[in-house]
């Protein structure tokens, strides 16, 4: 059968693409940003669709030759990419009254685990409960064949999101910081999740039922993360029980750099929900669909760790490390530059450079690295930025060699200080992708 997938480069959305088409069906998947996935894997027919945007005439022609529709996409706060109501809520029920129309009427939703009414998580956390449960409550008014899937912390051998977050905490050095320490999660592995939408997708799969995917087995924040630098090959570390409220404070610093465009999984809504733990029927996979989940034991030894996940891990918290470091750095570089234009034009004029023509060097050298300091503290912005670093570090070396080559053996090393700097872009510029 032809399924359609909403949401299919996600964490889950990806795994559910290949169960997929491992078992043969064919797969239409759709995306805000499609360029990258379209690559990974053409034989998907891939569309560009936002959920939040997206009107029923726009998904009658995605719906015309499809059995079944999988809906993976989710946000986990308000900010200026995601808006909660329009992704979970106000997209869903078009999406649903397009099915109607086109008489599509299997569709298997993910929701989360422990959705519910009156949770009092706070306010960003009821935002992110009460859009998803707005959600179950529009499909079991709707005649459709719907299945909701409630996924607990879904752990799969790529990391995004908040499965990210938990490898960079296990893999930081002396000290592991953890909030809400003695939280409760139960997780679930990304293979049961999509054997679960695989069965769900099939038109004999009793529906109009909502089943909790999550292990029976609730494991503690602390143990969580000590498990995960045990699977990562670290030495033990001791355990920082962080105070929720600097966890906050970071938090709401997420929140801020989201207008920027940066996606941290810490954000508040984040914290919320782990105030309140990750919980729900243990049970209900075996029972509903004859699946026996796998323990967080069983996971990690099915995806064991290479070099590659500590590298991922132990760089995960200097990637954001970079991309501050090289905004202060060069914002500084530019206003001590306005700040001290006479003493910048001196070093040129000593090699013969006209006043003028030096004091415009000068002014424009700072003015181009204010901006790009700038720059990169912009998440669309920053991949020009960081080659901008690159580029322009070479430009200072080439004309500081042509005009003032003394100064490569100058004992301050001003010109050998301009490598490491643009080394430091570089790597920032390999970690910059966000999937």
């Known amino acids: 059968m032809r399924v359609l997938v909403i949401g299919a480069y996600g964490l889950i959305g990806t795994y559910v693409v290949a169960r997929l088409l491992a078992e043969g069906h064919a797969v239409t998947g759709t995306g805000r940003d499609i360029t990258g996935p379209a690559r990974q894997t053409p034989q998907v027919r891939w569309v560009r669709v936002d959920v939040a945007t997206a009107t029923v005439e726009g998904w009658l022609p995605l719906l015309a030759d499809v059995q079944a529709v999988v809906n993976c996409a989710g946000a986990l706060q308000d900010g200026p990419r995601d808006d909660?109501?329009?992704?979970?809520?106000?997209?869903?029920?078009?999406?649903?009254?397009a099915c109607v129309r086109q008489g599509v009427r299997r569709l298997v939703h993910i929701s989360a685990a422990g959705v519910a009414a009156h949770r009092a998580l706070g306010v960003q956390g009821?935002?992110?409960?009460?859009?998803?449960?707005?959600?179950?409550?529009?499909?079991?008014?709707?005649?459709?064949?719907?299945?909701?899937?409630?996924?607990g912390l879904v752990l799969a051998p790529a990391a995004y999101g908040g499965s990210a977050l938990l490898r960079g905490l296990a893999a930081l050095p002396v000290v592991t910081p953890v909030v809400h320490a003695d939280a409760t999660v139960q997780v679930v592995a990304a293979t049961d999740v999509t054997r679960a939408v695989a069965l769900a997708v099939q038109?004999?799969?009793?529906?109009?039922?909502?089943?909790?995917?999550?292990?029976?087995?609730?494991?503690?924040?602390?143990?969580?993360?000590?498990t995960l630098r045990r699977w990562l090959g670290l030495p033990a570390a001791r355990?920082?029980?962080?105070?929720?409220?600097?966890?906050?404070l970071a938090a709401r610093g997420a929140d801020a750099l989201a207008w920027a465009g940066w996606r941290s999984p810490l954000r508040t809504a984040t914290l919320d929900q782990l105030r309140a733990g990750i919980a729900g029927d243990g049970h209900a996979m075996e029972r509903e669909?004859?699946?026996?989940?796998?323990?967080?034991?069983d996971?990690?030894?099915?995806?064991?760790?290479?070099?590659?996940?500590?590298?991922?891990?132990?760089?995960?918290?200097?990637?954001?490390?970079?991309?501050?470091m090289l905004a202060i750095f060069w914002i500084a570089s530019g206003l001590i530059g306005l700040c001290r234009v006479p003493e910048a034009t001196a070093v040129l004029s000593v090699a013969g450079m006209p006043q003028t023509p030096a004091t415009l060097a000068v002014l424009l050298g700072s003015a181009v690295d204010?901006?790009?300091?700038?720059?990169?503290?912009?998440?669309?912005?920053?991949?020009?930025?960081?080659?901008?670093?690159?580029?322009?570090?070479?430009?200072?070396?080439?004309?500081?060699?042509?005009?003032r080559p003394d100064l490569w053996l100058d004992p301050m090393g001003p010109f050998l200080k301009t490598l490491p700097a643009a080394m430091l872009a570089l790597a920032a510029l390999a970690l910059l992708d966000e999937r």
């Open 203 to 226: 038109p004999d799969t009793p529906a109009r039922r909502a089943i909790d995917l999550v292990h029976p087995q609730a494991v503690t924040m602390a143990d969580l993360v000590g």
């Open 126 to 151: 009821d935002r992110f409960n009460d859009t998803k449960l707005a959600t179950e409550d529009l499909l079991r008014a709707s005649n459709l064949d719907w299945i909701i899937l409630r996924p």
């Open 370 to 403: 204010i901006a790009l300091g700038v720059g990169v503290v912009f998440r669309r912005r920053a991949k020009a930025a960081l080659l901008g670093m690159v580029a322009v570090s070479g430009a200072y070396m080439a004309g500081g060699t042509l005009w």
């Open 299 to 324: 996971v990690l030894t099915a995806y064991p760790a290479g070099v590659q996940e500590r590298w991922f891990a132990k760089s995960y918290f200097l990637k954001p490390a970079m991309l501050a």
């Open 289 to 297: 669909l004859a699946i026996r989940p796998l323990s967080l034991a």
């Open 84 to 97: 909660l109501a329009a992704v979970h809520r106000d997209g869903v029920a078009r999406l649903v009254a």
């Open 239 to 248: 355990l920082g029980r962080l105070p929720p409220g600097v966890a906050r």
